[in-house]
């Protein structure tokens, strides 16, 4: 067996723990990152629709079991240096100042965190910084504040998000340009290319984990060990101290002592590791470990006008929040508006088969392609498991749905009266847990939470928690920033390097 020390190790090289090793970096600790996944290559495929969603080429995640269903599905989550960022859409807002706190939705309430948004606010600064976020202050009626302004303008909108975003503006709504996460600096190498949301960038231009913080921190001399699989951690005989993560590299085992361990593997990975150390889990003295699952109720909205191509390029430009919030548009949160990738044919065959491609490359030459996302509430019953054969298991039973569909309902409508009478809308199922958050939650009360504020764990002296995972609620919003500017407070508190 391979034996390898550090001072911190942390699993998982995503947007927590890539973060969270660029925060260490010039620190004085010897900081191992330790990643399930490889390098994914840049290459001419990058950008090949039929590729990446008609062959599925980066998809290299095991099936997962739906609990409820009896079936597996595929989960959509990536194994990469860089995790799901590699392959993300680049979309990153605050979450709001609200989400922080309690708020009242049609099934329950979205619970408060233990940290206040004014935490938080200095390391959405930082993690805007680091994750070259353009944007602009201003347009968006629920927009919290902020003590700086972005460090790159807003995107412009091509002609045809232009023309909706007047037509939005014609109906009393609120569209503002969509905080994003690329490379437009000028000299930048972004190329605002159709390829941006889930694909990899073949340039460099996406502000992915690894491109602006796992590289970077690599160069300071954090060290990184690729297709390391951790299996479980290993503590000391009264529990109170994680002392190996045991692991495999390419099959060999190895085995990694640290004075300090990271859990950063995402939110379902995180939990599955933990639920396979000790027998009744680790850090799971509140019974709360896996349980929380959240992943937002989410819809795939298309919006044709016949008469009209619609030639955008980068259509990600344009958000709503009128209905995010209590106010003028809602009674009560509905959810947050923003575009998808512009869609093409392949990408909508890998999920319509048996629709002729010239039909739908016709469809997707006119249409508007929108991503509807409600916030879905913390259940305890929502659960990640592992299942006797070691396979991960979920059980989850989606809530707070009627918002979704009034979300849904309004923005059809507002679809068509911005000049798009045909609509079609999907909403994603079990295997869409881009955003999956929840199952290692922060709380201030060791018998409700797995990690405390700080995101150590309640039970062990030494193992922090920095993905998705410790999150008490999932907000409305792309997530992926909240998980930086956690992984930057929590680096800035100074208890996992003192
Ligand atoms: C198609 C797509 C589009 C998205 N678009 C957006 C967007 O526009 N905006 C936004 O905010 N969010 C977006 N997301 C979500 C965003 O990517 C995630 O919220 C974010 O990456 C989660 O960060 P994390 O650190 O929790 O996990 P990840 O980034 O997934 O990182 C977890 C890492 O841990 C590794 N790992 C897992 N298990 C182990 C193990 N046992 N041992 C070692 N390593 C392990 C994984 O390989 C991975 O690298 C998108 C996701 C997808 C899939």
């Known amino acids: 067996m391979t034996q390898v020390s550090c001072d911190i190790a942390i699993i998982g090289s995503g947007m927590g723990g890539g973060t969270l090793a660029w925060a260490l970096r010039d620190g004085g600790a010897d900081v191992l990152l330790v990643e399930r996944g490889d390098h994914l290559p840049r290459e001419e495929q990058n950008w090949s629709a039929q590729e990446v969603f008609g062959n599925g080429r980066y998809k290299n995640a095991e099936p997962w079991f739906d609990e409820l269903a009896g079936t597996e599905f595929m989960p959509g989550v990536h194994y990469y240096v860089g995790g799901n960022t590699k392959v993300y859409g680049a979309c990153l807002p605050r979450f709001r100042e609200e989400d922080f706190g309690a708020i009242e939705h049609t099934d329950g309430t979205s619970p408060e965190w233990p940290i206040t948004y004014a935490e938080m606010e200095p390391h959405y600064l930082a993690a805007e910084r680091l994750f070259l976020v353009h944007g602009s202050p201003g347009g968006d009626p629920t927009e919290p504040w902020r003590s700086g302004g972005y460090p ?215 249409s508007i392609d929108v991503y509807l996302t409600t916030e879905d509430l913390p259940d305890p019953g929502n659960q990640v498991v592992l299942r006797a054969d070691g396979r991960i298991g979920v059980r989850w039973q989606p809530n707070n749905l009627a918002p979704h569909r009034e979300l849904v309902n309004r923005v059809s409508a507002a679809m068509r009266a911005a000049g798009y009478p045909l609509v079609f809308t999907e909403r994603m199922s079990i295997a869409t847990n881009s955003h999956q958050c929840g199952t290692a939650t922060m709380s201030a009360d060791p018998s409700a939470g797995v990690v405390d504020p700080g995101c150590r764990a309640h039970d062990l002296d030494n193992l922090w928690i920095v993905d998705s995972s410790v999150f008490p609620s999932s907000a409305a919003l792309n997530p992926a920033l909240t998980i930086a500017a956690n992984a930057l407070r929590v680096a800035a508190l100074g208890a996992l390097t003192s």
């Not at 091509?158 to 437009?184: K, T, V, Y």
Request: charged share 20%; net charge positive; hydrophobic share 40%.
């Open 152 to 366: 790159y303008p807003a995107l412009s909108h091509e002609p045809a998000m232009e023309h909706l975003s007047r037509r939005f503006a014609a109906q009393g709504l609120n569209p503002f340009a969509m905080p994003m996460g690329i490379d437009l600096r000028e000299g930048g190498p972004c190329l605002r290319c159709g390829t941006c949301d889930g694909f990899p960038c073949k340039v460099a231009a996406k502000s992915d984990a690894e491109t602006r913080a796992v590289r970077p921190a690599v160069d300071a001399g954090v060290r990184l060990m690729t297709r390391t699989r951790v299996r479980r951690l290993e503590t000391t005989p009264d529990g109170r101290r994680v002392t190996a993560a045991v692991a495999e590299t390419d099959g060999r085992a190895v085995r990694i002592t640290a004075g300090r361990f990271v859990l950063a593997a995402g939110a379902v990975n995180t939990a599955a590791l933990l639920l396979a150390s000790g027998e009744k889990g680790l850090a799971n003295s509140s019974g709360a470990v896996g349980r929380r699952y959240m992943v937002h109720n989410s819809t795939f909205l298309v919006a044709v006008d016949p008469r009209r191509r619609n030639d955008v390029r980068f259509q990600k430009t344009l958000g709503v929040n009128d209905w995010y919030l209590p106010g003028p548009h809602a009674g009560r949160p509905l959810g947050n508006l923003q575009m998808l990738g512009k869609l093409s044919a392949p990408m909508v065959k890998a999920a319509r088969r048996w629709v002729p491609v010239p039909i739908l490359r016709y469809m997707t030459g006119h």
